[in-house]
């Protein structure tokens, strides 16, 4: 099926899951915020990221970290809930990115990072990108350990005042055992937001999604 966000953008996604969980959300939450820089861990066919290009550099210019292995979830292979040709969708990434940044009024600086997350959030930070971010969205492994990294490198790689979204909060495989309390997200955004108490603030909560301000280094 080909989804697209906004009847002005003729993009082509497969799926629905930005329409769903985020773009209610995101609607209220972006406009109101100063975002210069942003990065997302996960951009699978670019429905994140043409939002942020589509509402950021309609006013001002932007640089847009994008950080996916494009190797997929676990959710995505094998006979996962979302299997998918990851070459084909990467593909369609750089088509609707490229597509979003010819349509955007001001310069958008796009830095794919092809890689695990945990490599290329370490590698930006040993440049010298700590504290540099507005913006970081975690929306990459659906997997605890893999959560709670992305959670605390991105900490360190977002500004004081800086926004933290985390997608997929209650997801959970269908496994024929029922849950694994190990992997899905939830017990690493618990275990995050717990020990940061002090460092930040939890705006909204509105399950699927949850939005934190990072008040302290
Ligand atoms: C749910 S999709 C992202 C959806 C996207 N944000 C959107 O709005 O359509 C998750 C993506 O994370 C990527 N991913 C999974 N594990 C990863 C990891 N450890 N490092 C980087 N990317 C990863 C997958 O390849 C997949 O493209």
């Not at 003729?10 to 329409?19: I, L």
């Not at 640089?63 to 996962?80: F, K, N, P, R, S």
């Not at 490229?98 to 590698?123: F, M, W």
């Not at 440049?127 to 992305?150: N, T, W």
Request: hydrophobic share 40%.
């Amino acid at each position: 099926m080909a989804w697209d966000t906004a009847a002005e953008a003729p993009y082509d996604f497969t799926n629905g899951w930005f329409e769903g969980n985020a773009r209610p959300f995101w609607e209220q939450l972006i406009p109101g915020l100063q975002i210069t820089s942003a990065l997302e861990i996960g951009s699978y066919e670019g429905a994140s990221a043409c939002f942020l290009v589509d509402r950021i550099a309609a006013h001002a210019p932007l640089t847009l970290h994008c950080v996916d292995t494009w190797a997929g979830g676990i959710e995505h292979q094998g006979d996962g809930s979302a299997t998918a040709d990851m070459d084909a969708v990467e593909e369609r990434f750089h088509r609707n990115i490229q597509r979003a940044i010819r349509r955007a009024a001001h310069p958008v600086d796009l830095r794919i990072h092809k890689g695990r997350s945990d490599a290329c959030l370490s590698e930006l930070l040993a440049i010298g990108g700590r504290g540099s971010l507005d913006f970081i969205y975690v929306d990459g492994s659906h997997q605890a350990p893999d959560v709670l990294c992305d959670a605390v490198l991105a900490f360190r790689l977002l500004k004081v005042g800086g926004h933290l979204v985390f997608d997929d909060y209650l997801w959970s495989e269908r496994l024929p055992a029922g849950q694994d309390p190990i992997r899905c997200p939830k017990p690493a955004i618990d275990a995050f937001t717990t020990l940061y108490c002090r460092k930040l603030q939890i705006l909204e909560a509105p399950l699927w999604q949850i939005y934190v301000r990072k008040t302290a280094d």
